[in-house]
């Protein structure tokens, strides 16, 4: 697990990863490069209109999964944030199955 903090952006990323980019304009960017990666799922806001979306998600997406209502998230602490998350969300997901043997 990689954290701001941690700069997963410039890490080496290997196998199946988990993403879970900044919300808004700077998601593109974490998108590509998953979508360059090849192998992996992200979670982010449902904005199938945007440039984003059709080149990083659309053309190049082995499926996806539109959540019903919106999300909430957890602080820390395991308190709920007071708001949602201000939009619909989607799971991503970039390569075929893994099947283990």
Do not use: C
């Given at each position: ?24 304009p ?39 999964l ?22 619909p ?13």
């Open positions: 697990m990689l954290t701001e903090r941690e700069d997963g952006f410039a890490a080496e990323w290997e196998g199946r990863v988990w993403l879970n980019p900044p919300y808004g700077r998601a593109a960017g974490w998108l590509k490069r998953l979508a360059a990666h090849g192998q992996g799922t992200a979670l982010i806001f449902a904005r199938t209109e945007t440039k984003m979306f059709h080149r990083y998600v659309w053309r190049a997406a082995s499926g996806l539109f959540l019903e209502g919106r999300l909430r998230f957890y602080k820390p602490n395991g308190i709920v944030g007071k708001a949602n998350s201000g939009g969300s989607v799971l991503i997901a970039y390569g075929g199955s893994r099947v283990p043997s």
